[in-house]
């Protein structure tokens, strides 16, 4: 015999009732569980988007470069600064869970053909390596750049859609790359256009350019690279692989320092913060309708009883276990109602991820996905705890309607 | 005659046996320089230093052939209005923005001297004391309405028309370049300092290691053709340089 | 208008007392103020010679919870639980272990009659069953006094009768002190006391002998 026991019997009092709001609970705690479904869906097709869309888990460069400039295009003006990064590198890839790490170099100039010229933004890469890192390219149009690091005078580029346009070229067609080289003077490359290629910005495609890091190496003089672009078997590491390098990189002789992908991607906390702002304003707005709904259909419960609780309190019961009676049977519909939403939700969700539904890439991303609502345990048991608190909030009015009843009263009640 | 008049009163304070156009044609460093020559500079910036050959055929013809290690066989080419950067790596000339900046430094008319008599128009004569002794500042406006820099002052020697410095402005006023003239040698500019104020990276000297009056041949000059341009030598004082 | 105007009643322990009068008589509301179930406007409430009036709800209710006990006109017994949960209640109100309980509520039932329908739940009893088990209730924790408001208005008389015979019964049994409110003259002309209320005063309180 306990309250709790009393509660849970009196669940069965008018099923109809009962059902009703376990339904509503069941619903509610279902929708939770489906949206925080799809933004992890979200956030994982983001996270993916911006890692193997080039930035990588982690970059290592000169401390000094990542200093209030986050973005490789922030960085376009500094030269590169990395020298001995051979060494750096084979370090940091016999390190677990390390995929490779990358050299990059980020530079600009102009682009000519004939008598059209382009400002460009380029970002030079080793790409045997962005492909064991899995960083995708997005073609849209010709090849990519071959593997093998080109000969002299056999230099090969990528040109963002816009930039093509711009420039009049197509894939196969020679132009000139114009830049400053780390000495302070200028010098132009011809090199051949491999493949187009978008960044999923129509912006960036208008200037950017891709190329291999030899031939970065080549127009701008130098050995150096910028940064090492290091690739991870899970994201989930990458805080960890980053404090396993901070040893390694405190004992170079320049400082350096490895950035997440994180700090290198502000969009993807904006568009974060935007998500959850969003999944608590659908989270008020179910707790509003719950609320609302159940916190009547508990008080009509309330109010059809009260000569019971009359009698409660006049063989002994006090106030506030009269009280805690109608919480505890509140509390009982929402377990039970998350419960089966939680359910419902998992259910809902195998079903949906079965479909195939394809949503539109998300922003700097340029292939659809495959719509999989990623449910977690802990999605499902915060559903759950969200219930059984809406309905302990529903039950409070009701609950201070039977504390204040007058005994002689309430027993005279029809 | 209205304007020898207007100009005359104008210029009131200064020394009445002084004419401004005289004072321009006599002071202009750009006409010290013959209207065809070869020469060899030297540009030191950050304690680094780049040769460069310089072949000049009247207003509108300019080749500077690079002559660092790294950079040989790169030409810069003026012709008319248009700079060409001529590279071994590219198969055509690539054009260039005409205020590219050699070595970031300093831009080919600063290193070359502009011919500010026939660019520019004196519109104000008057005299101050310097550590060179009594000087003559003449203040000039580009003929050229549509010109990057429509204002400059040109400071010379009261005594030898020598010119000390080239002051230059850009349209909304803001300083642009200072050209000083740090040593002569037979009659001609033999060392110059140029100071960039816009981007405020420094100053470039340039230092005239030889300068030769001679005829230049036309096709160094053909953006299609540059077998003469290749066919050049290195010259001697360039060989070993960095 | 007062439901009890100048009200003087005394009741000693083990004393089986009816409180007889018409509809509206202000028995209800005596039966309430003597339960400690409601608060006079003017007056004292003693049982066992504390004042019910000055103390607090809280302190009312532990006395009603382990000293009184109630019988309603309507059985006012909990649905959902069965004959032996409703009876338990009130043991476990008083923290007594759950073996104890066990045997105190199945001696308590076996006592009224119903020890084979303990499982039951009311909708499983009838009209006469269900007071039982009220009684049962009322009794288990061993009470000093149990108030019965119109205990048999929803019975048949003979059903009545036999609720009526079961109340004195425990009351020669036990000593538990009995106060019944009623209107019906079968019940009343059994007291061995009779309380006559009328428009809220006592109008006669005799004790006319075993009948």
């Known amino acids: 015999m306990t309250l709790a026991f009393v509660a849970l019997r009196n669940l069965g009092r008018n099923r109809r009732r009962t059902l009703l709001s376990l339904l509503v609970a069941a619903c509610g705690a279902a929708a939770l569980v489906l949206t925080a479904g799809f933004v992890r869906f979200s956030f994982e097709g983001l996270r993916d988007a911006i890692v193997r869309g080039g930035l990588g888990h982690l970059e290592v460069g000169p401390a000094d470069d990542f200093e209030g400039a986050a973005s490789p295009l922030e960085r376009l003006a500094r030269p590169p600064l990395l020298g001995g990064w051979e060494a750096l590198r084979k370090e940091i890839e016999a390190r677990p869970h390390v995929q490779a790490a990358g050299a990059s170099i980020q530079f600009a100039g102009m682009a000519s053909h004939r008598d059209r010229s382009a400002a460009f933004f380029a970002v030079a890469v080793e790409p045997d390596r962005e492909r064991r890192m899995g960083m995708e390219v997005k073609l849209r149009g010709g090849e990519g750049l071959s593997e093998e690091p080109p000969a002299e005078g056999e230099d090969q580029v990528l040109l963002g859609k816009g930039l093509a346009r711009a420039l009049g070229v197509v894939p196969g067609d020679r132009i000139a790359l114009v830049t400053s080289t780390v000495e302070g003077s200028l010098d132009a490359m011809d090199v051949t256009v491999r493949g187009l290629l978008t960044s999923g910005l129509q912006e960036l495609d208008a200037r950017l350019l891709k190329t291999h890091v030899v031939t970065a190496q080549r127009l701008l003089g130098t050995a150096n690279v910028s940064s090492l672009v290091v690739g991870l078997d899970d994201t989930d590491r990458t805080a960890a692989a980053q404090a396993d390098l901070l040893p390694l990189l405190g004992s170079s002789t320049t400082p350096l320092a490895a950035v997440d992908w994180e700090t290198r991607a502000p969009f993807y906390r904006q568009v974060r913060s935007l998500y959850a702002g969003i999944f608590a304003f659908l989270g008020g707005v179910v707790f509003f309708l719950v609320v609302l709904s159940t916190s009547n259909t508990l008080l009509m419960s309330v109010l059809e009883r009260v000569r019971e609780f009359g009698t409660l309190r006049a063989i002994g019961t006090s106030r506030g276990q009269v009280a805690t009676l109608v919480v505890l049977e509140a509390l009982w519909l929402g377990l039970l109602g998350g419960l089966s939403g939680a359910v419902l939700g998992l259910g809902l969700a195998t079903l949906i991820n079965h479909l195939g539904i394809r949503m539109p890439p998300p922003p700097g991303a340029a292939d659809p996905l495959d719509l999989f609502l990623r449910v977690v345990p802990s999605d499902l048991a915060a559903a759950l705890l969200f219930m059984v608190v809406v309905l302990g909030v529903a039950s409070l009015v009701p609950a201070l309607r039977v504390i204040r009843l007058r005994i002689a009263e309430a027993l005279a009640h029809d | ?242 | 208008m007062a439901a009890l105007k100048d009200v003087s009643l005394e009741v000693r322990a083990g004393e089986f007392v009816v409180v007889a009068g018409p509809s509206g008589c202000g028995k209800t509301t005596l039966l309430n103020l003597l339960g400690g179930l409601d608060e006079a406007d003017r007056g004292e409430v003693r049982f066992t010679g504390q004042d019910l009036a000055a103390c607090p709800e809280s302190e009312r209710t532990l006395i009603r919870r382990s000293r009184l006990g109630f019988v309603f006109q309507s059985f006012n017994l909990v649905p959902v639980l069965s004959a032996f949960e409703n009876v338990e209640y009130g043991l476990w109100l008083v923290g007594v272990p759950k073996e104890e309980r066990k045997r105190r509520v199945n001696g308590v039932l076996d006592s009224v009659g119903l020890g084979d329908r303990s499982h039951r739940k009311p909708a499983q009893l009838s009209g006469g069953e269900r007071q039982r088990v009220a009684l049962a209730r009322a009794l288990v924790h061993d009470p000093l006094a149990v108030l019965a408001d119109e205990p048999t208005a929803s019975l048949d008389s003979h059903t009545g009768a036999a609720i009526v015979d079961l109340f004195a019964r425990m009351n020669a049994e036990r000593g538990t002190t009995f106060l019944l409110a009623t209107h019906d003259p079968a019940i009343i002309e059994r007291a061995p006391r009779r309380v006559h209320l009328r428009d809220g005063v006592v109008v006669k309180d005799e004790r006319p002998g075993p009948s």
Not at chain 2, 12 to 27: C, E, F, K, Q, T
Not at chain 2, 78 to 98: C, E, F, G
Not at chain 2, 176 to 201: C, H, S, Y
Request: no cysteine; hydrophobic share 40%.
């Open chain 2, 1 to 242: 005659m209205t304007r020898a008049v207007a100009l005359a009163l104008a210029f009131a304070s200064a020394s009445p046996a002084l004419d401004p156009w005289d004072v321009l044609r006599r002071g202009d460093p750009g006409r010290l320089s013959p209207d065809s020559f070869r020469a060899l500079l030297r540009l030191w910036r950050d304690d680094r230093s780049h040769d460069i050959e310089v072949w000049h055929a009247g207003r509108n013809r300019t080749l500077v052939r690079l002559l660092s290690a790294k950079e040989l066989g790169k030409f810069l080419l003026r012709r008319d209005a248009d700079l060409w950067l001529v590279s071994p790596r590219t198969r055509q000339p690539t054009r260039l923005p005409p205020a590219y900046r050699l070595y970031g430094g300093a831009s080919l008319d600063e290193v070359l001297g502009r011919l500010h008599f026939e660019d520019y128009e004196p519109v104000d004569l008057t005299e101050e004391k310097g550590p060179d002794g009594d000087l003559l500042s003449l203040r000039l406006h580009a003929r050229d309405p549509g010109s990057m820099l429509p204002r400059a002052r040109l400071l010379v020697r009261k005594g030898d028309f020598r010119a000390v410095k080239v002051e230059y402005w850009l349209r909304s006023g803001k300083p642009a370049t200072v050209v000083e003239f740090q040593a002569w040698e037979a009659g001609r500019p033999r060392r110059l300092a140029v100071r960039d104020l816009i981007r405020k990276e420094g100053s470039v000297t340039v230092d005239v290691l030889k300068l030769e009056e001679r005829p230049v041949p036309a096709d160094l000059f053909d953006l299609e053709d540059g077998s003469a341009r290749k066919a050049l030598p290195v010259p001697l004082a360039a060989a070993g340089s960095p």
